[in-house]
């Protein structure tokens, strides 16, 4: 099916460890995104992507980094977890000219 | 800048009840507004838009009308069933570069019982 793959599903990390959230879109979408969703905050923008090639920070880039690898996928990295990124994170892609999003199913990660 | 304000939760209906989730934002210009739905364990679904003034929104017996003079688009259904209880995230996006980005309201979960 057509849509926004996120792999992992679940993570545990112990605190200072490093690992990537993959995304993936197969819709040819320009523009892509990582969230991190905690209770009682909403959603809350991590970094984008408007095109390949380019990123851009978002409202809460602090400890993480991201690689637009090509036009499909947009990983998210956390270098160094600490418990405070214990969230559950999803990825979106954007068709520019519809302005609506498709979501991945999430990334639900803990840090101990 | 911009934002959203949604009703607080959880909001418990009993099913056939009448549903309304309240959202208001605060935007320049005419943004595009959206519900999205996140039924559990699952990512966001797109329920419904509405990209001018006056629009209606409407999907799966859900609606919302854009109303610029209170800046607001409420999330209305007749009679929901058990299959509705889900959260509700209003969101705006303005047209164009950045602003084209997201910007979601914290959320208000749903809980239908029989």
């Known amino acids: 099916n057509a849509g926004v793959t996120q792999t992992p599903k679940f993570q545990v990390l112990k605190t200072g460890q490093s690992m990537t959230l993959q995304c993936a879109q197969d819709?040819?979408?320009?523009?892509m995104y990582w969230y991190r969703q905690d209770p009682g905050m909403g959603l809350r923008l991590i970094y984008y992507s408007a095109s390949e090639g380019t990123t851009d920070k978002g409202e809460v880039p602090n400890g993480y980094n991201v690689s637009r690898l090509n036009k499909r996928e947009f990983s998210l990295r956390l270098e160094s977890a600490a418990p405070s990124q214990t969230s559950v994170y999803f990825c979106?892609?954007?068709?520019?000219?519809?302005?609506?999003?498709?979501f991945g199913s999430g990334t639900r990660l803990t840090v101990v | 800048g911009n934002s959203v304000t949604q009703m607080e939760g959880p909001v418990t209906l009993s099913e056939e009840a009448f549903l309304t989730i309240n959202c208001t934002y605060t935007?320049?210009?005419?943004?595009?507004l959206f519900w999205y739905v996140q039924y559990p364990g699952e990512g966001l679904q797109l329920l419904l838009k509405?990209?001018?003034?006056?629009d209606k929104g409407s999907n799966k017996g859900f609606e919302a009308t854009y109303r610029k003079e209170t800046t607001s688009f409420h999330l209305e259904k007749g009679s929901v069933q058990v299959s509705d209880s889900a959260v509700y995230f209003c969101?705006?996006?303005?047209?164009?570069?950045?602003?084209?980005?997201?910007?979601f309201g914290k959320g208000t979960k749903l809980s239908v019982k029989p």
């Open positions: 935007a320049t210009g005419y943004p595009s």
């Open positions: 819709m040819n979408h320009n523009s």
């Open positions: 509405a990209t001018k003034a006056d």
């Open positions: 969101a705006l996006s303005r047209a164009g570069g950045s602003q084209g980005n997201l910007i």
């Open positions: 979106a892609s954007r068709d520019s000219q519809l302005y609506g999003y498709t």
